[in-house]
């Protein structure tokens, strides 16, 4: 039977939370009782394995390495009066989403609870000790290693928003899109939800991160509006060493994001570490070619886009799919996130750091082409097994749908009540200078 690994240990909870926001009952008629591909021996009392666990410190570690990363990623391509803002947008997802996690998130996400939704038994963390287990490893590691993901998920989404939304609204936007939209699907995919009983694979987040995050920026960029200025005026990245050293942090803790999935220091762990490296190299090469071929110059905008297109493919099929077959993912993750990331051109938003582009587009490619190509813990389409890439698309559209909906109401209710954007003398300014009282260089 399909499973995905990085939701198969968790712990034992009681209380259910029924009916998280009425727009889940769109899902109802998939909530089949196909029962879980994860039943443990009861008899088997859980050991802890201090390999796996200093495995999942380190993967922990190397994941909230990231979203730091992510700000220097982001920082570098807006301009110089921005920058700060930027980095803002991502710091701060570390300290509201950190908080909003350990009281609530986790046990949303992870809690027994119904096919949609966890239920409250992990509420602040109250049912656990030190000696507390999930699987081989303790609970508190578990439960802080899907806090990374979690927190660079929201994080992610401020590249549609960047350079013309208010602080306030966002840091308030983080909490409520935590708790209404990722805590759910976190719950649907990994948390033996209705998209696991299913059957749709997700390795490491190809859905739970990357598309859920990609079409959340498209419903943000265009509640928001363009830019001022947008497309007419140049608006050209201030640093790209920044940029460059960003994607650097990223590829390097993607290791424990996609590896540390596993949940053990195994041959899974080694699996999923060397697809991720062939894939996020694949597609900075095949992008880095779209771009000579086409405009006469490579550009290092480019290969960081490139690899981080590659990161985003393979995330969902790390841990499912041989590394032959991660080679062809990001050659062709590449090409079809450099053709995404002008979607915007085409249509007219202006999804100012290609979240769309990458993170959609390319956690879609990534989530079908697992139902393709698995043949590691499940069969894709080529190894006789037509219906996992049926589970795999009903899987993307789903996401797509709610994580659509949910993010445009709340964006909705931002905006008629304390306001999404800054005033356009604000908006001129800069959001460093007239946000945050202060400039990111002094030179």
Request: hydrophobic share 55%; proline share 3%; net charge neutral.
């Amino acid at each position: 039977m399909a499973f995905s690994l990085r939701g198969s240990i968790k712990l034992p909870f009681r209380d259910s939370l029924h009916g998280l926001t009425g727009a889940l009952s769109l899902l109802i008629l998939a909530a089949l009782p196909i029962g879980s591909a994860f039943a443990q021996d009861a008899a088997a009392p859980a050991v802890l394995n201090s390999g796996d666990t200093a495995w999942l410190l380190t993967s922990t570690a190397l994941v909230m390495l990231m979203t730091p990363g992510l700000a220097f990623f982001y920082a570098g391509m807006v301009r110089k009066k921005d920058v700060l803002s930027t980095c803002m947008h991502s710091f701060v997802a570390l300290a509201v989403i950190g908080v909003q996690w350990m009281i609530l998130g986790y046990t949303l996400s992870f809690g027994a609870g119904n096919n949609f939704v966890g239920d409250l038994k992990s509420f602040l963390l109250l049912d656990m000790t030190p000696d507390t287990l999930n699987g081989t490893i303790p609970a508190y590691v578990y439960m802080w290693f899907q806090g990374m993901f979690a927190i660079i998920t929201p994080a992610l989404i401020s590249g549609a928003i960047a350079e013309r939304m208010k602080f306030s609204a966002y840091v308030i936007f983080l909490v409520l899109w935590a708790t209404l939209v990722y805590d759910p699907v976190a719950h649907w995919v990994w948390g033996n939800g209705w998209l696991q009983k299913y059957g749709a694979l997700d390795f490491a987040g190809g859905t739970v991160v990357h598309l859920l995050s990609g079409v959340s920026a498209l419903a943000m960029a265009l509640k928001l509006g363009k830019r001022k200025g947008y497309p007419s005026d140049a608006f050209i990245p201030h640093n790209l060493t920044m940029t460059l050293l960003g994607a650097a942090l990223l590829w390097f803790g993607w290791f424990g994001f996609n590896s540390g999935s596993a949940l053990k220091a195994d041959g899974l762990a080694g699996l999923a570490f060397s697809t991720t490296m062939t894939a996020s190299a694949a597609a900075a090469f095949s992008w880095m070619m779209m771009e000579w071929i086409f405009h006469g110059k490579p550009s290092a905008l480019g290969i960081a886009s490139g690899l981080v297109a590659g990161l985003v493919v393979i995330t969902p099929a790390a841990g499912f799919v041989t590394p032959s077959w991660a080679l062809v993912m990001g050659l062709a993750g590449g090409v079809i996130c450099y053709y995404g990331v002008r979607i915007k051109l085409k249509l007219g938003f202006d999804d100012s750091l290609d979240v769309v582009g990458v993170h959609g587009v390319g956690g879609s490619f990534g989530a079908i082409c697992t139902g393709i190509f698995a043949s590691v813990g499940g069969a894709g389409l080529i190894y006789g097994n037509p219906e996992q890439l049926l589970k795999q698309i009903v899987g993307v559209g789903a996401t797509a749908i709610y994580g659509f909906v949910l993010t445009w109401i709340i964006a909705v209710a931002l905006d008629k009540t304390i306001g999404l954007r800054v005033d356009e003398e604000t908006e001129t300014i800069g959001l460093d200078r007239e946000l945050h009282g202060e400039v990111g260089y002094t030179l």
